[in-house]
Each structure stands twice: as C-alpha cells, then as structure tokens.
C-alpha cells in the first residue's frame, strides 16, 4: 500500500479517539496500530502489561543509529459529559477543528508519529538509521509503559528521541519531574466528649503538613532551566462525623523536582519529617506512589536545530527551544542518559488543550506534523552518517 490519502489520516485519529482508554484498555489501541502498521508491511509487537494494558513497539530501518519516536495511548477521563459540546468519544471536526478527547494529549501525536514510518517504508526515504516506535501505557498516571519499556532495554541501543506530547508552539528539550505522596493517619475513634478514650488521626497530620511546608524553605536551590523546585499539598481529608474522633485521615502532595533537588531527596525530606512527628501514639505511613525524575538535557544538539528547521517549513513558524514545567515518558525512558543527550517534546496540539472540556487540535496542523515528521526523521538520521 502506497501514502495515506488526508481523509485516511483523519480517519484513522477518529479511530484512536473513539477507542476509550481512559487510564485503561491500551490494549486496544495497540490491536488497531498493529493492525494498521501491519497493513502497511510493518510488524509491531504487543507487549502486555496486565490483561487490558500493553505496550507496542515496531521499527523500520536496517541499520545504523536508533531515533526512537513515542507517545503515549492513554487519555484522561472526560470529566462531567454534560459539559462538552461534543461528544468526547466520537471525534467531531467543526471550523477546521477536531474535537474530542486525546485529540491534543496526545492521539494526533502518537497517530502522526505511526503514520510518518508508513509513509517513509512506502516511500523508501529511510535510507540510514532506524526508526523504533514506543507507544506506551499509563503515561497520565504512573509511568508504568515507559517504566517497562527502559526495564526491557529498548532504549539501551536509541541515539535520540522524540516525544509528540501537544507542543506545536514550543520545542521542549528538558522538564521538571513530578512526585506524588500519601501519608495516612491510624487513630483511634471516641466520642468527641471523651477524646481520651481515642486518638484523632487527624492531629499528627496537620503538624506534618506544617513541618513540611515549613522545611521547604531550604530548599533554595533553583535550576537555570527548569526554575526551583515547587512543593504543594493538594488533599486533605479525614474523620466522618463532627461528634467523633477520626480514626484515619491522609494526605496527598505534589511535588515538582529539578536536579539539584531531586526525588530521592525529596523522600529522604519527607521520612525525615515523619521521624519528627511521630509519637508514641500515632501511626503514620508514607506511600510515594508516582516519581518520576527531571529531565535535563542542553538542548544544544542537532535534533533541536533540525526540528526548528522543519517548523518553519511545516508550520511556518519559528519556534522556541524551551523547558517545560510538564512531564513526559522521557523522565522513565532517559534516566540512563546523560545531559548531552538529543531530546525533544514535539507534536501536534497545544498543551493548554489537554484534559480540556471540548479538547481539539487543528487539522491542518496534525496534517502538517505527519509531513514534517515524514521528512524529518529520515533526513536526521542521515545527517548522523
């Protein structure tokens, strides 16, 4: 089969939107792009994470240095449906534009990024280097696709990278991780008249979010890129009835890292503070259930100039080489990496767009991104030789 008329690559992002892999069910998404690339003579393989998550890896090229290109399969929920125009699983052009959910974050991304290799196997551009697909689960929560994806080395042979995370105004070639923490709170319930009989899970926690906020202080280290690292605690709950002791309460922080204050840091603060707090009475326990570490590379590479390069051919536009207080799969996939490392954030859609009600990106500019990364990554490779 020969290139991909515009109405099929159209078709095949309202494909991917209609699938629902809401922090789930990548596994579809990964049968249909096996099913497409395989149509088009390329075989992808399925790599299964659980019964409905997976991962999916295909290549073209015979030899040479590894552009490893990816993006992620899983969107965010819909949110409350009544409030969207549209109908977020069934994606809706109007005025140019193509609504519905992941259209921005990221399916016209991941499906541009498929697309491109069909286009340059069809055309035979490929000529040195190859081209490896990682299309990965989980990316909206934990990281766990791209986790597995490094855990299996298939980024031990890659030379450069790409990631078509909504970034059509901007290049982004390094940005701040991102942790999430839970401390929960054993207490003992009682009688609001009789607190001695218990003990209010609730108090141990308040002072720990306190100390907390309070040491951050001295973290006063900022990175020249990615700016200081920033500190938040975001939930807080506990107890069910105003007239008893609760006897469990938790809380939740985020936390954006940079490399001079980094996640292991980060935990060593916070076990330290929970030392410090504890007594002989409360039972606090600490979960870091999401860490992923900061991206840092220089951006001063080819991969950055040629993707300016092609913006201003594609789109016409002169764009920025930035960094981004956002996170990406390249925090699990480059932590072997090192600060000279090609890495950019790339693709169609603007980030202001993601997790939006009535979510959209402009078709001509996910049209655009499949020809700009048609010519693109062929013409990176063999610029390596």
């Given at each position: 089969?020969?290139?991909?008329?515009?109405?099929?690559?159209?078709?095949?992002?309202?494909?991917?939107?209609?699938?629902?892999?809401?922090?789930?069910?990548?596994?579809?998404?990964?049968?249909?792009?096996?099913?497409?690339?395989?149509?088009?003579?390329?075989?992808?393989?399925?790599?299964?994470?659980?019964?409905?998550?997976?991962?999916?890896?295909?290549?073209?090229?015979?030899?040479?240095?590894?552009?490893?290109?990816?993006?992620?399969?899983?969107?965010?929920?819909?949110?409350?449906?009544?409030?969207?125009?549209?109908?977020?699983?069934?994606?809706?052009?109007?005025?140019?534009k193509l609504y519905g959910r992941g259209t921005a974050d990221m399916k016209s991304g991941l499906a541009a990024l498929v697309i491109s290799m069909i286009q340059i196997q069809a055309a035979g551009t490929l000529n040195?280097?190859?081209?490896?697909?990682?299309?990965?689960?989980?990316?909206?929560?934990?990281?766990?696709?791209a986790k597995a994806f490094h855990q299996q080395g298939y980024m031990d042979d890659v030379s450069a990278l790409i990631i078509a995370e909504p970034s059509e105004d901007r290049i982004i070639y390094a940005h701040k991780?991102?942790?999430?923490?839970?401390?929960?709170?054993?207490?003992?319930?009682?009688?609001?008249?009789?607190?001695?009989?218990?003990?209010?899970?609730?108090?141990?926690?308040?002072?720990?979010?306190?100390?907390?906020?309070?040491?951050?202080?001295?973290?006063?280290?900022?990175?020249?890129?990615?700016?200081?690292?920033?500190?938040?605690?975001?939930?807080?709950?506990?107890?069910?009835?105003?007239?008893?002791?609760?006897?469990?309460?938790?809380?939740?922080?985020?936390?954006?890292?940079?490399?001079?204050?980094?996640?292991?840091?980060?935990?060593?603060?916070?076990?330290?503070?929970?030392?410090?707090?504890?007594?002989?009475?409360?039972?606090?326990?600490?979960?870091?259930?999401?860490?992923?570490?900061?991206?840092?590379?220089?951006?001063?590479?080819?991969?950055?100039?040629?993707?300016?390069?092609?913006?201003?051919?594609?789109?016409?536009?002169?764009?920025?080489?930035?960094?981004?207080?956002?996170?990406?799969?390249?925090?699990?996939?480059?932590?072997?990496?090192?600060?000279?490392?090609?890495?950019?954030?790339?693709?169609?859609?603007?980030?202001?767009?993601?997790?939006?009600?009535?979510?959209?990106?402009?078709?001509?500019?996910?049209?655009?991104?499949?020809?700009?990364?048609?010519?693109?990554?062929?013409?990176?490779?063999?610029?390596?030789?």
């Open positions: 089969m020969g290139k991909l008329t515009d109405t099929e690559i159209v078709n095949i992002l309202s494909d991917l939107v209609r699938i629902k892999s809401v922090n789930d069910n990548e596994i579809e998404v990964c049968h249909y792009l096996q099913d497409l690339l395989a149509a088009h003579n390329i075989p992808a393989q399925i790599i299964k994470l659980s019964e409905t998550r997976a991962n999916l890896v295909a290549e073209i090229g015979e030899h040479g240095p590894v552009l490893a290109i990816s993006g992620h399969m899983d969107v965010v929920s819909e949110g409350d449906i009544s409030k969207w125009h549209y109908d977020p699983f069934v994606m809706t052009e109007v005025d140019g040195y280097g190859k081209i490896r697909l990682l299309a990965t689960a989980g990316e909206e929560i934990v990281g766990e696709g991780g991102s942790m999430d923490i839970r401390v929960t709170s054993k207490g003992k319930a009682a009688h609001s008249s009789m607190p001695h009989l218990g003990f209010n899970a609730i108090k141990p926690l308040i002072k720990f979010v306190y100390t907390v906020d309070e040491g951050f202080k001295d973290f006063t280290q900022t990175n020249s890129l990615l700016g200081p690292p920033i500190l938040n605690a975001t939930i807080f709950k506990g107890g069910n009835q105003v007239n008893s002791l609760p006897e469990h309460a938790e809380t939740e922080f985020n936390i954006r890292t940079i490399p001079e204050h980094d996640n292991n840091q980060f935990i060593s603060y916070f076990k330290r503070i929970l030392q410090q707090v504890e007594s002989t009475e409360s039972q606090l326990v600490m979960d870091t259930y999401m860490s992923r570490p900061p991206v840092f590379t220089t951006g001063d590479n080819s991969l950055v100039q040629i993707a300016q390069t092609f913006a201003m051919k594609y789109l016409n536009t002169k764009l920025e080489a930035q960094a981004s207080p956002g996170v990406t799969d390249a925090a699990d996939l480059l932590v072997d990496k090192d600060e000279q490392f090609p890495f950019i954030m790339f693709g169609p859609g603007n980030v202001s767009q993601a997790h939006q009600v009535d979510e959209h990106v402009d078709k001509a500019i996910y049209l655009s991104f499949v020809k700009l990364f048609s010519e693109m990554f062929p013409t990176y490779l063999q610029n390596l030789k």
